[in-house]
């Protein structure tokens, strides 16, 4: 139900747009997400937005480099990457769900309902 595109393998320093379209029956989606899984490591959260307000998260080790935005009419979400490092390779994942979480709650897995398939990023060094 949800759709994202937008990796590929490109140096560090370079630029990369991740976007996530949820389907016309994912209806009254509330927080949007961005997590990511690196080989062999757990999936970890990168950044959420809320809708209303638009609460925004980013984990530490992506702020000021990665831009989260969201269009509501179009249940969308997307994450601008900048200044990418090798070590932000992974398989990024969009999820959503229709609450409305706290900043806390952001960040777990479990907490959302809805998952898209993954898009690789590769950064070389």
């Known amino acids: 139900q949800l759709q994202a595109s937008g990796g590929g393998l490109v140096q560090a320093g370079d630029s990369l747009r991740l976007s996530c379209t949820a389907s016309?029956?994912?209806?009254?989606?509330?927080?949007m997400a961005w997590f990511r899984q690196a080989s062999g490591k757990e999936r970890e959260f990168v950044s959420a937005?809320?809708?209303?307000?638009?609460?925004?998260n980013y984990a530490n080790s992506v702020k000021g480099r990665f831009t989260i935005s969201r269009i509501n009419a179009e249940n969308a979400v997307y994450l601008q990457m900048n200044s990418l490092k090798p070590e932000d390779t992974a398989v990024y994942y969009c999820?959503?769900?229709?609450?409305?979480?706290?900043?806390?709650?952001?960040?777990?897995?479990?907490?959302?309902?809805?998952w898209g398939q993954g898009t690789l990023v590769t950064v070389s060094s």
């Open positions: 937005v809320r809708r209303g307000f638009g609460s925004i």
């Open positions: 016309e029956r994912t209806f009254r989606i509330n927080t």
């Open positions: 999820a959503a769900t229709p609450k409305t979480l706290i900043t806390s709650a952001q960040t777990m897995t479990a907490q959302y309902d809805y």
